[in-house]
């Protein structure tokens, strides 16, 4: 026997999750009914959907990926297209049953009231008056502990915010005192290199000075060797 295709054998445990997830609806209507705490049930139902339509969609771009890659004969890719859509469906039902059966826990809640008519979101349907409330604190929970991680991000920028301004104020007169040496530096290089060069224009006209005395030199004794062997 050969091995089970990867595709066939994600599909088949798509089935039995929505087998799974069809057992807790079951189970939270029965909790519905009896007056028991649905909210984790629920929960737990809303959380398999999500992994449901996940997986669903993975098989999705899968099988159109075997098809664009040739893996499969069009035959198959048929019959696996239509598996999708039977998945399409059950996907359809359980999300039917599972706000079906919460619509009809407000409506025996007791607030049939006229002056009193909820407006039902998609994050509410399913949901009995007491897992509203408890959704409600939960968020509100939630809410307050976001706001007070906010708070602290806000305290810790502005303290980083005044540490930067520190730093840079610094920095600032760190460069001012070293333009300030530059500039210094610079001056006495000019000042060095002017009298360089007046040294240097005085030593070429002294050297001149010295060998006219001495040509003359040369010359006064040239003539008094001459005088004395005349």
């Given at each position: ?31 519905l ?43 198959e ?28 826990s ?80 610079a001056g ?43």
């Amino acid at each position: 026997m050969g091995k089970k295709d990867s595709w066939i054998e994600e599909f088949e445990a798509l089935g039995q999750s929505g087998d799974a997830i069809m057992a807790l609806v079951t189970e939270r209507n029965r909790l519905l009914r009896s007056g028991g705490d649905a909210l984790k049930v629920s929960a737990r139902i809303r959380q398999s959907q999500n992994n449901f339509s996940y997986d669903l969609t993975a098989l999705q771009r899968d099988l159109e990926r075997d098809r664009s890659s040739k893996k499969l004969s069009p035959k198959e890719y048929d019959r696996r297209r239509n598996l999708l859509n039977e998945a399409e469906i059950r996907k359809k039902e359980i999300q039917k049953a599972f706000e079906d059966k919460g619509k009809t826990s407000l409506m025996s809640s007791g607030m049939s009231n006229p002056a009193y008519e909820p407006e039902e979101s998609e994050n509410t349907v399913g949901y009995s008056n007491s897992e509203l409330t408890a959704q409600q604190q939960e968020t509100m929970n939630v809410q307050d502990d976001g706001l007070k991680r906010i708070a602290q991000i806000l305290r810790r920028q502005k303290e980083i915010g005044i540490a930067i301004g520190d730093e840079i104020d610094g920095q600032n007169e760190i460069i001012d005192e070293l333009t300030d040496r530059t500039e210094a530096t610079a001056g006495r290089i000019s000042r060095q290199t002017r009298a360089v060069n007046h040294v240097s224009r005085k030593e070429g006209s002294v050297c001149g000075y010295w060998v006219t005395i001495i040509l003359l030199f040369v010359a006064i004794i040239s003539m008094v060797i001459w005088t004395v062997t005349g």
